[in-house]
């Protein structure tokens, strides 16, 4: 799991995001994996929008960016941080992958019933 992975935040946005909990909760563990990347994908965006809205009433036509080429300049950015990060051998991505499939085993297990 990414060191930067907070499961409070995670689930405060789902809920933030999500009127029925239950549908995220139930979903195959890649599908809610692609779902919550997503979601933080558009929150960023959202974020991203509040920023340039508030920037853009300085811009005058020598330095005006459209939305589009802001986002763009802000996530390219983002995505060269991302280059830089730890690199894990295939036997650690093996690990964690097996890790994460035995949480979703026993997670599908205690949502079938009991207390």
């Not at 009127?19 to 965006?45: Q, S």
């Amino acid at each position: 799991m990414p060191e930067d992975f907070d499961e409070y935040e995670c689930m405060d946005t789902i809920l933030s995001r999500y009127n029925n909990i239950d549908y995220v909760i139930n979903l195959r563990f890649f599908d809610g994996f692609k779902l919550i990347e997503k979601m933080n994908i558009k929150i960023a965006e959202d974020r991203l929008f509040e920023q340039w809205n508030i920037e853009h009433i300085y811009m005058d036509k020598n330095n005006y960016m459209s939305f589009e080429d802001y986002k763009n300049k802000a996530f390219k950015n983002t995505n060269t941080d991302t280059k830089s990060s730890k690199k894990i051998t295939k036997e650690e991505a093996l690990a964690e992958a097996e890790r994460i499939r035995k949480l979703d085993n026993l997670n599908r297990n205690n949502q079938k019933g009991g207390d």
